[in-house]
């Protein structure tokens, strides 16, 4: 039996703690060290797609982290060369700046924003093989992974961190939290039994859109996921497009999250459809008396589920704009033009199909739903045929990580030694910056030691 007592314990097996891990057992190859997660698979939103940012100005807020840019591009670098050491694809897109800057004058002709940055895409194939590597990379160096571990509970009593999880109990002196957006609520009904401060701050939620692949292919060929923002005119709130997936395909996230389904979107790198699916998010903040974003995303992803007997939503364009519901019975009708764009995700109603025809309106708050027409319309001058009625409009697509923690310099909370990190934790967005989060992480306990 494993002996059930280490120096650090990292909770969730992402980005954050595989890179947080490297740096640990780099740095002190006599560390004990030992990641736990949930799942009977490693590295939670890593293996969806897998694409890298290679900028601060995407996924991070310096001025929160409190580094430098030099510091960051530092921490993306050693992220980035651990892709490419465990056989990344070495192509990257972004590059070509005369091509890159025409797509933000356009943008900014119908006042939208494009922000570039140079990117590289793994593929979901191609990510399995590379955290597979990572992993073992990691075993060999004595790093212990507890798979399909859920840890309940984490307490500390004379400065040492009990976790209890349902195959016992395991005690360390330092702690690392990082669950991803999967483990958000996880992650604050533990800071609250701990003692960690926190605060609520704003929430993504939005549609996920399937569209026929030339119809994006002008942008995705100079930038592979181009990040557009705007600020609406109906309402003054901030919508941008995130993970586009060029020749991807549109599919469920890999589990049910607290009684709920959401609609995510990947592309393999070997293998490609016509389409390509993008999502569209509405930033969404609250104020008192009622602040709790997590609790509002989390309704509405459960009225929408409810909407689609249990499954997320898929909704025509055409049926949309019109205010009409989609049904089944017409939902390819060749006179509407709904065979055009054939979905990746099956429709159908339950048990056969993966999501439910229906009308996104009835689960989504009006003010949502207002920002996404019109942010529809406004990429559409941009990327003539995102409006064209056979474009799909999937929900809910929500990104949970709106909880704020306090925390230093070194991502510590105000709970000694116990830290937090990645996207579940509000300190980033993507994998290139939750990867960045652990490094951070890892110094802040290396200097501790």
């Known amino acids: ?15 954050t703690n595989l890179w947080a891990a490297d740096e640990l057992i780099r740095s002190d190859p006599r560390l004990k060290v030992a990641i736990f997660e949930k799942n ?23 001025d929160e982290l409190k580094i430098p840019e030099e510091y960051a591009h530092g921490l993306i670098e050693i992220v980035d060369q ?13 590059t070509n700046e005369e091509e890159v800057n025409k797509w933000v004058e356009k943008a900014e002709r119908s006042g939208v924003e494009l922000i570039a940055c140079r ?43 009990q976790l209890f999880t349902d195959s016992g109990e395991f005690r360390a002196k330092y702690v690392l939290c990082a669950p991803g957006r999967d483990g958000a609520y996880w992650l604050r009904d533990l800071a609250g039994r701990l003692g960690v401060k926190y605060r609520w701050g704003p929430v993504d939620i939005g549609v996920r859109l399937e569209v026929r692949k030339e119809v994006y292919d002008p942008i995705t060929n100079i930038i592979y996921d181009p990040k557009f923002v705007l600020k609406t005119k ?76 249990g499954r997320p939503l898929v909704q025509r364009m055409g049926d ?12 390819f009708d060749r006179a509407m033009g709904y065979d055009l764009i054939m979905p990746t995700l099956k429709p159908g109603l339950p048990p056969e199909g993966s999501v439910t025809p229906g009308d996104i309106n009835l689960a989504y708050k009006a003010r949502i739903m207002n920002n996404l027409k019109e942010s529809f319309e406004r990429l559409n001058r941009i990327l003539y045929g995102i409006t064209n009625p056979a474009t799909l409009i999937y ?11 306090k925390t230093n310099k070194n991502l510590e909370t105000n709970v000694a030694n116990f830290f937090v990190a990645g996207d579940g934790a509000g300190k980033s967005r993507g994998i290139v910056w939750a990867a960045g989060t652990g490094i951070i992480a890892a110094r802040g306990i290396l200097d501790k030691l």
């Open 320 to 331: 949309f704009l019109e205010g009409r519901r989609s049904k089944t019975e017409t939902f």
């Open 1 to 15: 039996m494993k002996d059930r007592d280490y120096d650090v314990a990292l909770i969730g097996s992402g980005p």
């Open 119 to 161: 990117q590289r895409h793994i593929g979901t194939d191609q990510a399995k093989v590379i955290v597979e590597k990572f992993r073992q990379d990691l075993e060999s160096k004595f790093v212990e992974f507890y798979m399909q571990t859920n840890v309940k509970d984490i307490q500390k009593k004379d400065d040492v961190f």
């Open 82 to 94: 651990r892709f490419l050491y465990f056989g990344a694809d070495p192509y990257v897109s972004g």
């Open 234 to 309: 109906c309402h003054g709130d901030k919508v941008r497009t995130f993970c586009s997936n060029p020749g991807g395909r549109v599919r469920l996230e890999p589990s049910a999250v607290n009684g709920f389904k959401l609609i995510n979107g990947d592309a393999l790198k070997k293998h490609k459809t016509p389409n390509t699916n993008f999502a569209i998010l509405n930033t969404v903040d609250l104020t008192q008396p009622y602040a709790d974003t997590t609790e509002m995303a989390r309704n509405i992803a459960i009225d929408a589920n409810r909407m689609g007997g």
């Open 395 to 405: 929900a809910p697509e929500i990104k949970f990580y709106d909880t704020k923690y």
């Open 40 to 62: 009977n698979f490693s590295s939670g939103g890593m293996i969806n797609d897998c694409k890298l940012n290679l900028s601060h100005k995407i996924g991070v807020d310096l």
